[in-house]
């Protein structure tokens, strides 16, 4: 029961609704991107990735010192069907802007 609370619990804010459907859409993001993307100051965005992740929503995949993440695979039906929603909801995405690819992370 407590991961399904725990679950229930990280969709509790908009933000990390946000960073759900934005990784949903992009694929896998380097935190460098998401930062850059999103707006968000690091440290806030490192502790919603961190929530979403022992929610079992993210997976994460260090390479050197840069994080990337991306939707967990394979994600349980319960999950699924969270993302299902988060998809239909009206969330104006920001644009991707990839510095990971152009200069390298600079965070």
Not at 3 to 10: G, I, P, R
Not at 22 to 42: K, N, P, R, W
Not at 61 to 83: K, M, N, S
Request: glycine residues 4%; charged residues 25%.
């Amino acid at each position: 029961m407590e991961l399904f609370l725990q679950t229930v619990s990280a969709l509790n804010d908009p933000s990390r609704v946000l960073i759900l459907r934005f990784l949903d859409t992009h694929g896998e993001l380097c935190v460098c991107d998401l930062h850059l993307s999103l707006g968000m100051i690091q440290s806030r965005l490192s502790r919603h990735l961190k929530i979403l992740k022992e929610a079992g929503f993210l997976r994460v995949d260090r390479r050197g010192t840069w994080a990337y993440y991306a939707i967990r695979t394979p994600i349980d039906r319960f999950r699924l069907q969270a993302l299902e929603e988060i998809r239909t909801l009206p969330i104006e995405l920001p644009p991707l802007i990839k510095n990971s690819d152009t200069q390298g992370c600079t965070l």
